[in-house]
């Protein structure tokens, strides 16, 4: 697991995300992602684009659905960016990630069009 590659759509999902509230958790060698929203659908699209990166199914609780990441060396690399190194490397998905996490807007899939599902990969 440690040579997997995240797609462009993975990484803009951590990208977003580290912007957002995901918590980056434990130390460098051992360290992955902590993703917990209250609205379980969004978790669920989070958990369904990051594929291999997720760990183990989401899990409610508290009213929040959470799910963590696989240990990885790209959350080592991503933990040593400071905000503007991590603003660096957003694109228009990852901006939209980052707002949805703050509850600046709605990430709403039904409002794409067909190709552009395909390029979110959410087809």
Do not use: C, N
Request: charged residues 20%; positive net charge.
């Amino acid at each position: 697991m440690r040579r997997l590659v995240p797609d462009p759509v993975q990484l803009q999902v951590l990208v977003g995300s580290l912007l957002g509230d995901a918590r980056s958790i434990g130390s460098s060698g051992t360290r992955r992602l902590s993703i917990a929203h209250t609205q379980d659908a969004y978790a669920r699209w989070k958990f369904d684009r990051l594929g291999a990166f997720a760990a183990g199914s989401p899990v409610q609780a508290d009213g929040r659905t959470t799910f963590t990441t696989i240990v990885h060396p790209l959350f080592d690399d991503l933990a040593l960016l400071d905000r503007a190194g991590l603003l660096r490397l957003v694109g228009p998905l990852g901006v939209a990630v980052w707002l949805t996490d703050l509850g600046r807007i709605e990430l709403r899939l039904d409002s794409f069009l067909p190709e552009q599902r395909v390029a979110l990969g959410a087809a």
